[in-house]
């Protein structure tokens, strides 16, 4: 299997601009996740989905997050406009869960690198 | 705030030494997990610990969990230069909560 997969690996834009991240999950998971990664923060849980369906986007910090999942092979999570304060790694994770309240294992992509000057 | 304190935040040690990484809550979750990140990389899965005074054993690595389920640590036997990284434990209250990191360094 090749993993979760994640584009672009890096970004540099200025402020402003609109920034479009992409995630295809491992196939056959049903819940799928978005992190951010700083310094500062550690590792954040913006929001997931399960079966395709946002469950929680509790962490995502304002409105210029949002995040979608169209099919179970792709989602998206744009940041419009973006501000310095973004530049951070974004994770996309997937799992399958299999009963509610169940372990699972995450599996991460590598991640996109995002700097907004 | 993060629910989960890690200690140390950093730890630099010579090959074949030992360490040990704390994590510690004052919340209780039904498991807690350990990850380790390497540079450019995204966390990858060591262990996940579920039950109150579970010890589990990854070859050189051993997982402990406290008996109240707030706490474990992660403990490396003569480290070598492969176990440098990041080690993140997470704690899983129906979604994972991660602690700050500690980022061992093992020296050749």
């Known amino acids: 299997d090749a993993g979760v997969i994640q584009s672009p690996r890096h970004e540099v834009t200025e402020m402003g601009q609109e920034v479009t991240l992409r995630c295809k999950p491992i196939s056959g998971h049903n819940s799928l996740f978005w992190y951010r990664q700083t310094m500062m923060r550690g590792l954040e849980l913006l929001i997931y989905f399960n079966n395709n369906v946002p469950i929680d986007d509790s962490g995502m910090p304002e409105d210029r997050f949002s995040a979608k999942m169209p099919n179970a092979s792709f989602s998206t999570l744009k940041i419009q406009p973006s501000e310095p304060r973004d530049s951070a790694v974004y994770f996309c994770?997937?799992?399958?869960?299999?009963?509610?309240?169940?372990?699972?294992?995450?599996?991460f992509g590598p991640g996109t690198r995002l700097l907004v000057l | 705030t993060q629910l989960l304190e890690q200690s140390p935040q950093f730890l630099s040690i010579q090959e074949g030494e030992n360490l040990t990484v704390y994590c510690n809550s004052s919340?209780?979750?039904?498991?807690l997990q350990w990850y380790r990140q390497e540079p450019g990389e995204g966390p990858v899965l060591l262990v996940t610990v579920v039950t109150g005074g579970e010890v589990k054993k990854l070859k050189r690595l051993t997982f402990q969990f406290g008996d109240a389920r707030k706490d474990s640590s992660l403990h490396i036997t003569a480290a070598q230069p492969g176990d440098t990284g990041l080690y993140l434990c997470?704690?899983?209250?129906?979604?994972?909560?991660f602690g700050a990191g500690t980022t061992v360094t093992v020296r050749a």
């Open positions: 994770a997937s799992s399958l869960l299999l009963l509610a309240g169940g372990q699972e294992t995450q599996y």
């Open positions: 997470a704690g899983d209250d129906y979604k994972l909560s």
């Open positions: 919340s209780v979750f039904s498991s």
